[in-house]
């Protein structure tokens, strides 16, 4: 099978599977148009019905066999007999390989896989720590109004901590308070510039209950969304990691968990200069700046934006993704406790896309339905291995 072809069943199948980037969906239009039998069989490929009755098919299917198949014939090595194949190559495999995933993705029958898991994502409290050490457990109900013994005046709603009222402030003192979230738990909040930081799962933010000075500063660990107030006159860094990241003002996803080798600042808009103290790199939309613990490199990258923002979007998303990553996001939003029972299980790569806020059971049945894994729950506890 020519590159060309695997190259458009891939960008066909992602797409289907909703993770496609945009040069997957470039690459799916340009085939489109090179012939009306090209977009006659995409039409035929993703018809709703076809689909359905294909599953149908697959459903009955053995896996292994079928499978085997599809290589004999990309495999075929008499390019006179097979030129009627090459010609619907990547249609035809498309066919047989976006089949499965897409049942993965649609069906939601149970499997006979050891007992149920329950949803045991934590139901502490966001935990607001004020200057003087005091926690308060935030409350997630009606709207109300916290004030501490500085005069801070922080306004409360459900899911929201909001600072920008802090205009009686005088003291040129920096005062700082800390949000901590525990896993299965995101929180928005709103500081005093009227920055707003939308925090995701087992992630701390240290920050002034006020600006003062030529910066505004803040201090944060996990995975954040950043929309930053404007203001060229101060500029908002944040420090996470051993990187140093500093905008004007500009959308940003930043990622720096303590248990990654990387920490990530994706960019959706504007400008954003990211920095380790002694190299400098200025990234624009598209890219992502990286700061490696190991060697405290930082390097910049092109990456498909949706795959690292797709938290914001209350998704879970990944695409290409070796599954001990995919168990660790689980872990943090869903509070599951997991074992890789072989060390070739954490690397195998899968790609899916779903509502963050329903049961992980959806996703553990797409992993099963693989036939690449073996995925049994027994006493709440998540066991991983190889399909044999």
Not at 360 to 379: H, Q
Request: glycine letters at 6%.
């Amino acid at each position: 099978m020519y590159k060309k072809d695997e190259r458009i069943v891939e960008a066909i199948a992602a797409r289907l599977a909703k993770v496609a980037t945009e040069e997957d969906l470039r690459v799916i239009a340009v085939w489109r148009m090179e012939s009306e039998r090209n977009e006659a069989l995409y039409q035929r490929i993703t018809t709703k019905e076809v689909l359905e009755k294909s599953i149908e098919e697959f459903r009955q299917e053995d896996v292994q066999r079928a499978w085997e198949r599809v290589e004999r014939l990309m495999n075929a090595s008499r390019p006179r007999r097979y030129t009627f194949f090459r010609r619907y190559a990547a249609a035809a495999a498309a066919a047989l390989i976006v089949l499965p995933l897409t049942w993965w993705l649609t069906s939601r029958a149970p499997l006979e896989t050891g007992e149920e898991l329950p949803d045991t994502r934590s139901s502490a409290k966001v935990q607001l720590v004020l200057s003087d050490g005091t926690t308060i457990p935030v409350n997630e109900g009606n709207a109300s109004i916290i004030r501490d013994s500085a005069g801070t005046v922080i306004r409360q709603e459900e899911g929201h901590l909001d600072y920008s009222q802090n205009e009686a402030l005088r003291d040129t003192t920096p005062i700082f308070n800390e949000i901590i979230m525990a896993n299965g738990m995101e929180y928005t909040m709103t500081l005093s510039d009227g920055t707003k930081i939308f925090l995701n799962a087992e992630s701390k933010l240290r920050f002034p209950v006020k600006f003062t000075g030529k910066k505004r500063v803040v201090e944060f660990e996990g995975e954040g969304y950043f929309e930053v107030a404007h203001d060229p006159q101060h500029p908002f860094i944040v420090r996470a990691g051993g990187m140093e990241v500093t905008v004007l003002g500009t959308e940003f996803n930043l990622r720096a968990y303590k248990d990654e080798p990387t920490v990530e600042t994706t960019l959706v808009e504007g400008s954003v200069r990211v920095s380790n103290g002694k190299e400098e790199f200025r990234i624009v939309p598209g890219e992502q700046g990286v700061y490696e613990h190991g060697t405290k490199r930082i390097s910049t990258r092109q990456v498909d934006v949706t795959l690292y923002t797709a938290w914001h979007r209350n998704e879970i998303k990944f695409k290409d993704m070796p599954l001990e990553d995919v168990m660790r996001d689980l872990a943090r939003w869903y509070g599951i406790v997991y074992e890789f029972l072989d060390e070739s299980s954490r690397k195998i790569e899968f790609g899916g896309c779903f509502d963050r806020f329903e049961h992980i059971d959806p996703i553990l049945d797409m992993l099963r339905r693989t036939e690449l894994v073996e995925v049994v729950v027994r006493e709440s506890v998540i066991y991983i291995s190889k399909k044999k």
